[in-house]
């Protein structure tokens, strides 16, 4: 994997009464990445479109109970996980005026279904960072794997028409349809359809006059299940019954060096 070196902005400044450990860096007049989390609480604000992808990944896969932003930073130096703001600066002042790679914060950590913790680092493809971001990476990874935070690295392709980020952009809104979108009426029918093996997507919309834009929810909801990590949700896609099986939603792997 290559490993340029990217140009990363200034991170911003929290406020006196912000409760979290890091602010997202300011936009200098850009245009600010948001995206809706209920596993994260509500609204997002995140620093790339790299982030907002990866937040929606968390967003849609089952093994994630809740999602947090920028939780919270890694001392490298004192080799603990400091939760808030007041900790943070204890550290800093503990530390005077030592300069050098003192801190690392992760983009996202996750309280998964079994109650274990995981937490995230975002890059985009071609800008994944130089010898020494990757080293101070380690060091954090290390304090925080002590801590029971085990750390992924995501590196999100440059290619938007890749599968994962165009699927994405499908599913997750699906899931909020699903309530009003389906039936037992539908879900028997698409069952039915496929209980001799797979299928073509166009053939099983055509059969059940199903329209194209309920196949998202249909594969969200575990009522079909696809290969969503390689190909496209179109006419083409080959489609089962997954019997509530969420597994091809496990999506976060596939863009894990």
Sequence with gaps: MSRTSPSYGRRGRRSAVDSGIRGTASTYGKARFGTYSEKAGGHLVVESDAERLVAQLLTIDPRVRSLKQQPFTVDLVGERLLFTHEDVSEARRIRGGRTGDLEYTPDFATVQTDGLQRAYEVKLQGFEGDDRYWAKLERAREIMEANCYPLSTVVVPSNERHPVLVNVQLLKPAILRAKECLTPDIVEQVERYCASGRVLQR??????????????????????????????????????????????????EELQP
């Design 203 to 252: 053939a099983l919309c055509i059969e059940l006059q199903i329209p194209t834009g309920l196949i998202p929810t249909l594969l969200a909801t575990g009522v079909l299940q696809a290969d969503v990590a390689h190909h496209h949700i179109c006419a083409t896609l080959e489609l089962s019954a997954a019997y509530g099986d969420l597994s091809h939603l496990f999506l976060i």
